[in-house]
């Protein structure tokens, strides 16, 4: 299986701040990766497929990068709205699908 | 697009059975490939489970294979989870969830109904 790993696992950030999380992939996924942001008690919700297209509806402070093992989440200014937790998925080489451990963002 | 609505959680004892259901409404229901995700408490997202648009090829994860099928009827736009033999280690807010463009990621997500296994 492949292992997706986050990091970091949390951070405290201020509103306005630019913000980056990593997810790294134990075996070369070339572009088939998805971001995700939870907030507590609900569903996760899809921000970005293809490592770097938005899902419609998606503010563009968020966009994606990266390509085989190394990807990264970039918020450019973040929103009160911002503070929750965010997983990164693969979708290249399954079963399993696999997701990061998460990262959660808080508020400084 | 779809809207997801799980339902069939609660309580159930160690070895015991349930089953759950996701209805479907808002676009047609053949069109989407489905899988059932979890998080245990306080936890990460585990997926487990996966179904093609006609019902094959199906997928699971090693901690559920041979406890845990997956399976849809079309015709009245639902999914469901038949859970047996269940363990402690299966409690979790399981979530339905839906690609439709045949790349597992997904577009839309139920609201999730909580199965606490416990004697």
């Known amino acids: 299986a492949i292992r997706m790993t986050q990091s970091p696992s949390s951070f405290s950030a201020s509103t306005g701040d630019r913000v980056t999380i990593t997810c790294r992939a134990s075996?070369?996924?070339?572009?088939?990766l998805a971001w995700y942001q939870q907030k507590p008690g609900k569903a996760p919700k899809l921000l970005i497929y293809?490592?770097?297209t938005l899902q419609s509806g998606v503010p563009s402070r968020f966009s994606g990068s990266g390509s085989g093992t190394d990807f990264t989440l970039t918020i450019s200014c973040l929103q009160s709205e911002d503070f929750a937790t965010y997983y990164c998925q693969q979708y290249y080489d399954y079963p399993p699908i696999t997701f990061g451990q998460g990262t959660r963002v808080e508020i400084k | 697009q779809v809207q997801l609505v799980e339902s069939g959680g609660g309580l159930v004892k160690p070895g015991g059975s349930l089953r759950l259901s996701c209805a479907a409404s808002g676009s047609t229901f053949s069109d989407y490939y489905m899988s059932w995700i979890r998080q245990a408490p306080g936890k990460g997202l585990e997926w487990i489970s996966y179904?093609?648009?006609?019902?094959?090829?199906?997928y699971q994860a090693d901690s559920v294979k041979g406890r845990f099928t997956i399976s849809r009827d079309n015709a009245k736009n639902s999914l469901f989870l038949q859970m047996n033999s269940l363990r402690a280690e299966d409690t979790a807010v399981y979530y339905c969830?839906?690609?439709?463009?045949?790349?597992?990621?997904?577009?839309?997500w139920g609201q999730g109904t909580p199965v606490t296994v416990s004697a």
């Open positions: 293809a490592a770097s």
């Open positions: 969830a839906s690609c439709r463009d045949g790349y597992i990621y997904f577009q839309h």
């Open positions: 075996q070369d996924i070339r572009s088939y």
């Open positions: 179904i093609s648009r006609s019902g094959s090829p199906i």
